[in-house]
């Protein structure tokens, strides 16, 4: 069981949106550790999308924005796309186990 | 555009020491970043394993802790991981990244595409 929450899967059409959280605890995203967030496409590498909660690598589209509140974050996607069907994971510190610690995953499928 | 590549076995039997490393291109080690090392074991979430830093500072994972070492190689721009008495548990899918930080949390800002590593007699 991972330390950061995420749904399993989710799902929306073409040019629709979704959102994708990612749950915590006090000890790592309530403490007021940042949140990052990744694309992975199985066999290739994971790909770095949302970095200090809010902010964007260069090359990453503006469709894709997070936030966090409290003990949570989310990854939000507009404008899907098929090529967003992807893997996302999110990642945070943790000041109880002194380690970086990660969500499950979340499957997205674009119908 | 930094780019980073795994090599090393892809398998490994009980108890023996895995070692992978992982050649980065585009980028000197030298100029700064920490480097890390994260896995995924089958089905499971990602794992931080530890990072290096070109000084050759440290900083593991408390629970790999006493198995692991990661050293670096400036001259040759690459950096390695040594885990040793490896178990089944150990096996996953083994991913180098490029670290940046923020003021209180790190990340990988560039990875490789990982190296699967197999414990198994």
């Known amino acids: 069981q991972s330390v950061l929450a995420q749904p399993p899967s989710v799902s929306g059409a073409p040019g629709q949106g979704v959102t994708i959280s990612c749950t915590g605890s006090?000890?790592?995203?309530?403490?007021?550790?940042?949140v990052h967030w990744y694309q992975h496409l199985p066999g290739t590498a994971p790909r770095l999308l949302i970095y200090?909660?809010?902010k964007r690598p260069s090359g990453v589209p503006d469709r894709f924005s997070g936030s966090k509140s409290g003990t949570s974050a989310s990854l939000a996607i507009t404008g899907l796309q098929a090529e967003d069907e992807a893997i996302y994971c999110c990642?945070?510190?943790?000041?109880?186990?002194?380690?970086?610690?990660f969500g499950g995953g979340t499957k997205l499928t674009v119908l | 555009q930094v780019q980073l590549q795994e090599s090393g076995p892809g398998l490994v039997k009980p108890s023996e020491t895995l070692s992978l490393t992982c050649r980065v291109s585009g980028y000197s080690i030298s100029s700064g970043h920490y480097w890390g090392w994260i896995r995924q074991p089958p089905g499971k979430a990602l794992e931080w394993i530890g990072v290096i830093y070109h000084t050759a500072v440290t900083h593991y994972n408390p629970s790999l802790k006493s198995r692991v070492t990661i050293s670096v190689d400036t001259s040759k721009n690459q950096f390695s991981l040594r885990l040793s008495s490896v178990t089944a548990a150990d096996t996953a899918v083994y991913y180098c990244a490029r670290v940046d930080c923020t003021n209180n949390s790190c990340y990988g800002d560039n990875w490789g595409r990982g190296a699967l590593v197999t414990v198994s007699s």
């Open positions: 200090g909660n809010v």
């Open positions: 006090s000890s790592n995203i309530g403490a007021g550790y940042d």
């Open positions: 990642q945070s510190y943790d000041g109880s186990v002194s380690s970086w610690v």
